[in-house]
């Protein structure tokens, strides 16, 4: 074959891969989300003549078009793993591995997004607590905590961060838990922590971050439980945001009789359920099997408790997998996410008189606490 028919040859193939990959982007199905990012995958942009003439158009297009490529999560992959293992990134879409754990930077500290957290807590405190309320506060840190440092990365000083919240939150007693945490504590590929961790299980010698809770808090737990392991592979939140092929693991979850004849009721959803709900156990992220995922405003009872006490959590996703842990506890349990129903609402559905009130939130929250309403 002369080179004639050899330029002509890789003229026509790649005129056809043009035109496959074209169609593939046009005719393939679209999804609103990303199940690997755990994201909202962008819309396609509304083509008026305001949004071409002001650029609008061409730059919700561009992203759309990222959002939707075909075989988008393989060219991911494609892309990060030389990105990390050849030329030695330190991180891909800002998250990094080290020692098999991986981890979002986290940096530098906010403290404009720490006081925002500290008025919102604020406001909340004015509107419907008094002196019947013993009110407390404990900051979650972020797996980075225990890992930046030691893998070169930057990481903000969380030992800071606690003390200003603690600082700020004036009205509540500060609970520390970061000296009972370590990087085993949290999921490989995960946000969060991971729930057997949180209690003491098969008579380990250690305090664990329920029980200190509950001290603190003037109560006493239960620490029989069994320990089941959920029939299913889990990747985590990093697996898609890095996306390098990180090993799957595994979810434990702890049971004793309180937690499973707890009766659970969501408002959001205005349906009972259960604590561990088995359904979301097998869907996208199988961690919102805890109290199913992040909902606004639910409500735990203790069928067992004789104490009669009561706590209001104001939390985020991680009080989902400690609050089944503190519920020997208290009678009643009540899971407040701010971050999806608005302070002025709750009235309507708490009586706070004589509870217990927590204020638990990880750092990740409260250094980015736009989030909150």
Request: aromatic fraction near 12%; charged fraction near 25%.
């Amino acid at each position: 074959m002369d080179s004639k028919k050899k330029n002509l040859t890789v003229c026509i193939l790649f005129g056809l891969l043009l035109a496959v990959a074209f169609l593939a982007c046009l005719f393939l199905p679209k999804e609103a989300t990303s199940d690997s990012e755990r994201r909202k995958l962008a819309a396609m942009p509304a083509f008026t003549l305001d949004t071409v003439l002001s650029g609008r158009f061409m730059s919700g297009f561009e992203t759309y078009t990222q959002d939707h490529f075909p075989f988008r999560d393989q060219f991911r992959t494609l892309k990060a793993l030389p990105a990390t293992g050849l030329f030695h990134r330190q991180d891909n879409n800002g998250i990094y591995v080290s020692d098999g754990f991986a981890a979002a930077v986290e940096y530098p500290l906010n403290e404009s997004s720490l006081d925002r957290a500290a008025g919102r807590f604020q406001y909340l405190y004015d509107k419907y607590l008094n002196g019947s309320n013993r009110v407390f506060l404990s900051v979650i840190p972020d797996k980075n905590c225990f890992l930046a440092r030691e893998s070169g990365h930057l990481s903000m000083d969380y030992a800071q961060l606690e003390s200003l919240m603690a600082q700020k939150v004036g009205f509540a007693d500060y609970i520390s838990i970061s000296d009972l945490l370590e990087r085993d504590d949290y999921y490989r590929t995960d946000t969060h922590w991971r729930q057997e961790r949180g209690a003491r299980v098969g008579g380990e010698n250690r305090t664990d971050v329920a029980e200190r809770l509950a001290q603190a808090m003037g109560g006493t737990l239960t620490q029989n439980y069994e320990e089941s392991v959920l029939e299913r592979d889990f990747y985590g939140v990093y697996c898609g945001q890095s996306a390098l092929p990180l090993a799957p693991e595994s979810i434990h979850y702890l049971i004793n009789d309180a937690i499973r004849d707890c009766t659970v009721y969501d408002y959001q959803n205005n349906r009972t359920g259960t604590v561990y709900d088995m359904e979301r156990a097998m869907g996208k992220d199988p961690y919102e099997m805890f109290l199913s995922g992040s909902l606004s405003l639910i409500t735990m009872e203790n069928p067992y408790a004789q104490s009669g006490r009561e706590l209001v959590l104001f939390r985020d996703s991680f009080g989902s997998s400690i609050a089944p842990l503190l519920l020997s506890g208290y009678s009643r349990i009540t899971l407040v996410d701010i971050r999806y129903i608005q302070p002025d609402y709750l009235g309507q559905f708490i009586d706070f008189e004589n509870c217990d009130v927590l204020f638990l939130y990880s750092s990740l929250v409260l250094n980015n606490s736009d989030t909150l309403k």
